[in-house]
Every structure is written in structure tokens, then in C-alpha cells.
């Protein structure tokens, strides 16, 4: 029998043999979840010991994090804005850094018992509308994505909100759907040029869908329909919000203008990469 103290030990030495910089935050935070216990459980846990099948559990998760498995993917859920979302590898794990869009959501829009109508373009897990919706309770969303198996995971999630009556997740195409009768656009489309392929981790580009990350015409395609289907379909006064990848924020923002939006911000992420744009259709 083996006792947490040593499963620990021998998880962050099999991690870091692997080159995981995190090892024993990581080795800690799959045992956690095995032993279902919080931050300071596991403090006072140290001497408990595993049951066959934890260790059997845990020793598989180490597998699997050994060959670059995403944590999220391992545990299947992920920590957005105020909730864990389900996931697992057919969407793109929440990332800290578009949580911007709900601050910049909610900086934009103070009065959070507003009706409004949301739409998120490329829903994947449907972080950002679940999370909006659930700051904006008087609001109604619709997340859009043209994956199925990304949908059912939406569906999932859709728990996560009290009164998701006023929550629905369609299976269609992002770039054509029409928009217009919405007040608030958020869309964190694909946007990594496919050249940068081999500058990124093993973790991103093994395991999440590729459809959820890479665009064409160097990382620029999705902006360039949406932002035209947008303007085709619109109403004055909505406001749009777009996730950009680095140095994408002049090229966005120019398509915003010559598709007669009007720039209202451009916020940075904590590295001070410019992260979020805010638009309004005039
Ligand atoms: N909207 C989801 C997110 O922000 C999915 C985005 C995507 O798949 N590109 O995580």
C-alpha cells in the first residue's frame, strides 16, 4: 500500500523526468482529484493511503500526462471565470486570457439586470456565453458551433446555469449565422497561422482540435468572413467582441472600420499582448 506523501513523490519525480516544469503542483492536483479533497484536505491526507484503485487511477493519469495530455483533458473539467467547465479533447481548453471578454463584457455594460440577447461564434465549451449568461441573469444566449461533438459538450455545461431555459446551443456555421438580432457579439475564433505550428507545445497541438485553433490566411480568414457576415447581418449598436492572437489587433481592427464598426477598445492581456477588441456597429 502506498501512502499520498509517496505517490506524490513518485509522481513529481516521473513528471520531471519528463521535462513537466509543475510536477509536483501537477502530481498534487491529480491526486486531489482522485481522493476528491481540497488544497488543505491534502495537507492533512499525507499519511492516508491510496486504495488499489486510486493508485491504479493515478498511476494511469501519470501516463497520460507523461505523453503531454493536457491536464484539463485528464480530469476533463477546467476552471473558467467563476465555474469548472466540463472538456474534453474535441474542444479547446478554456484559456485564462479570454476571460478578458467577460470583463470587458461587463465593463461595457455595468447594469447586469439588462435583457439582452447574446451570441458566442465558435462556442466550443461555451465557457464565455455560460459564463456571461450567468452574470447577465434577466439575459438570453445562444452559443453557435460547427461541431457537433463540441455542441454536446456545450450541452453539458449548460448546467452549470440555474435557469438555462434562456440558454441555447445550435449546431451551425459560425461564419454565416445570422446575427442579427443580437445585442452582444463575443467570438475567440481560430486565429493561429498554421506556420506557427512548430513553435507551439506538444500539449496544444496533439491534443486539442486543430479546428478550434488554426486558421487560414495567416490566422486571419475567420475575422475576415465573420466581420463581413456581421456587417450583412447586423443592427446598429451591437456591440462585438473578438479574442486576437499576437500582433493581430491593427489587421482586426481595420476590417472593423471598413466594415463600418467603430473601435471602442483594445485591451491587453496580463503579458501585454493586445487580447481583446470591442466594436460597435454604427
Ligand atoms: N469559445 C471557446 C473558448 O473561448 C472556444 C473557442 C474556440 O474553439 N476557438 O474557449
Sequence with gaps: MIAVREALSI???????????????EAKLLIKNILKVSDEDLIFTSEVFLSESQFKTFQSFLERRKKSEPIAYILNKKEFWKDYFYVNNSTLIPRPDSEIIIEMVLNLIPNKD????????????GCLIISLLKEYKYSDGVGIDNSKEAIKVAEKNKNILTN????????????????????????????????????????VTCYEPHQAIFADEEGFIYYKKIIRNLNNNHKCGQKVLFEIGLGQAEVVTNMLKSNDFRLIHVKDDIAGIPRCIVAEKI
Design 11 to 25: 509522481g513529481r519525480e516521473q513528471l520531471t523526468k519528463k521535462g513537466v516544469i509543475n510536477s509536483l503542483f
Design 114 to 125: 439588462k435583457k439582452l440577447k447574446f451570441v458566442d461564434l465558435g462556442t466550443g465549451s
Design 164 to 203: 438555462n431555459g434562456r440558454l441555447s446551443f445550435k449546431l451551425a456555421d459560425f461564419v454565416t449565422f445570422n446575427t442579427t438580432e443580437f445585442d452582444v457579439i463575443v467570438c475567440n475564433p481560430p486565429y493561429v497561422n498554421k506556420n506557427d505550428i512548430k513553435n507551439m507545445q506538444k500539449d
